[in-house]
């Protein structure tokens, strides 16, 4: 997570990148100024710097953050991802947030076609739960490069697409 994520889209795409994901809560942390009807400015500023210099664009989510507050730039067009955060933002290791799962699963009933990914705390005990949930893109870290067998990881964790 960075500050102020506006000012990086440019290097990223000159450095070759093809998506751009940025926190929600780094463009507006008063989230309190954010709906699920209409669009806020800066973030709607962020999604079209991203579009315009030729990427993807996704949108990361806090545990805390409500995930209908994406449904403006998704309805709009201007969302590929939305990446759901079930541990908070900051280091690897941490324990899975099972009740995050009903956040990826509000997104894929409303949204069929978007790419929901999964990012904290998901290794073989969890996966199924959250690829059940609708993620169809997942991050495992400390699941696969603390396992005793990364490769054995890996492939319990394509088992569950």
């Not at 100024?33 to 989510?61: D, W, Y």
């Not at 073989?124 to 997942?138: C, D, H």
Request: hydrophobic share 50%; glycine share 8%.
């Amino acid at each position: 997570m960075v500050a102020h994520p506006a000012q990086w889209v440019q290097d990223f795409a000159k450095a070759g990148a093809d998506m751009f994901t940025f926190h929600l809560e780094a463009v507006q942390p008063e989230l309190s100024q954010l709906s699920a009807s209409e669009a806020h400015p800066e973030v709607l500023k962020v999604c079209q710097a991203v579009r315009a210099a030729g990427m993807h664009c996704g949108i990361a989510l806090k545990p805390s953050t409500d995930e209908a507050l994406v449904s403006p730039y998704v309805d709009a067009g201007l969302v590929d991802m939305v990446l759901i955060l079930t541990v908070e933002p900051g280091f690897g290791g941490q324990k899975f947030m099972a009740d995050k799962v009903g956040k990826v699963q509000a997104l894929r009933t409303r949204y069929p076609h978007l790419t929901i990914e999964v990012d904290g705390g998901v290794a073989p005990s969890t996966i199924e739960a959250v690829a059940a949930a609708g993620a169809n893109a997942i991050v495992a870290g400390s699941a696969i490069f603390g396992a005793d067998d990364p490769g054995k990881a890996v492939d319990t964790a394509a088992a569950a697409r």
